[in-house]
C-alpha cells in the first residue's frame, strides 16, 4: 500500500533543544497529519495540515510545536523548546482526496526520547 | 463530546473462532469509521473502513458493523490465525481530518 516514511526513527535529546521531525508523505496526497503515541495507549491528534496551513490543531498541540512544508519537501514537526512529556512515538500520516472521507496511512513513527 | 469507547481492551482467542470488538463515538458528525492493526513497534495499518452511509463491510475475513443511532460500530474478525495477533484500534472521524482513536484491544489468537 502507499508508504509513508519518516525520518529519524528514534531521537534522543536533552530538555530544553530544540527537535525536528521529518515525514515524506505519499506524493499524490494532500493532507497531513501528526499523531502522538505514548507508549501502551492509543495514538491523539495533533495537528492536520492542507494546503499549507494548519487546519485545525488540538489541545496537545502546545504553543511550542510548529509544523510546516515548505516547498512540497518534507513535512515536519518541530518542538522548541522539549519537555519531558514531550517524549513518545510521533506518527506522521497523509491522505489522499477521494472526494468523500479521507484514509490516512500512517509513517513508521519517530521515537522521541527526552532526558 | 469527541470520546471513542473501545472494549473489550484484552481479548483472547483459539486458532480458528472468531473475535469481536466493540466501539461506541460520541461525535454525532463522525461518518468515516477506520480499524487499525498495530504490530508491537510498528506503524498502525489500515485493514477496514465503513463510511456512515453503510451498515456492514466485509472484505477478507473481516466484518465491520455501524449503528449510527446507537453510535455503534464493530469489527468481527472471522476464523482467526495466530497472524491476526497485535492491537486493533477504531476510531472516528467527521470526514477523516481528524481520527480519535479508541483506548486499543490487544488481541491474542492461541494455536
Known amino acids: 500500500g502507499p508508504k509513508v516514511l519518516q525520518i529519524p526513527s528514534h531521537q534522543i535529546i536533552d530538555m530544553g533543544q530544540m527537535v525536528t521531525l521529518n515525514c515524506d508523505p505519499v506524493?499524490?496526497?494532500?493532507?497531513f497529519y501528526w499523531y502522538k503515541q505514548i507508549l501502551g495507549q492509543q495514538m491523539e491528534f495533533l495537528v492536520n495540515?492542507?494546503?499549507?496551513?494548519?487546519?485545525?490543531k488540538s489541545k496537545l498541540f502546545k504553543d511550542q510545536f510548529s509544523v510546516e512544508r515548505p516547498d512540497g519537501s518534507y513535512f515536519t514537526l518541530k518542538i522548541q523548546p522539549t519537555a519531558l512529556e514531550d517524549s513518545a512515538v510521533y506518527f506522521c500520516?497523509?491522505?489522499?482526496?477521494?472526494?468523500?472521507?479521507?484514509?490516512?496511512?500512517f509513517g513508521p513513527g519517530t521515537r522521541l526520547t527526552v532526558l | 463530546g469527541e470520546q471513542v469507547e473501545q472494549l473489550p481492551s484484552i481479548l483472547r482467542v483459539q486458532e480458528g473462532s472468531s473475535a469481536s470488538i466493540n466501539c461506541t463515538y460520541e461525535?454525532?458528525?463522525?461518518?468515516?469509521f477506520p480499524w487499525y492493526k498495530q504490530e508491537p513497534g510498528e506503524n498502525p495499518k489500515l485493514i477496514i473502513d465503513?463510511?456512515?452511509?453503510?451498515e456492514r463491510k466485509q472484505t477478507q475475513g473481516l466484518i465491520v458493523l455501524l449503528d449510527k443511532k446507537a453510535k455503534r460500530f464493530s469489527l468481527h474478525i472471522t476464523d482467526t490465525q495466530p497472524g491476526d495477533s497485535a492491537m486493533y484500534f477504531c476510531?472516528?472521524?467527521?470526514?477523516?481530518?481528524?481520527?480519535?482513536f479508541g483506548t486499543g484491544t490487544s488481541l491474542l489468537v492461541d494455536p
Open positions: 500520516a497523509s491522505s489522499p482526496w477521494t472526494g468523500g472521507a479521507l484514509e490516512q496511512y
Open positions: 506524493s499524490n496526497h494532500l493532507y
Open positions: 495540515f492542507y494546503n499549507g496551513k494548519v487546519m485545525e
Open positions: 461525535n454525532s458528525a463522525s461518518n468515516y
Open positions: 465503513i463510511r456512515s452511509n453503510m
Open positions: 476510531a472516528a472521524s467527521p470526514m477523516g481530518y481528524k481520527l480519535t
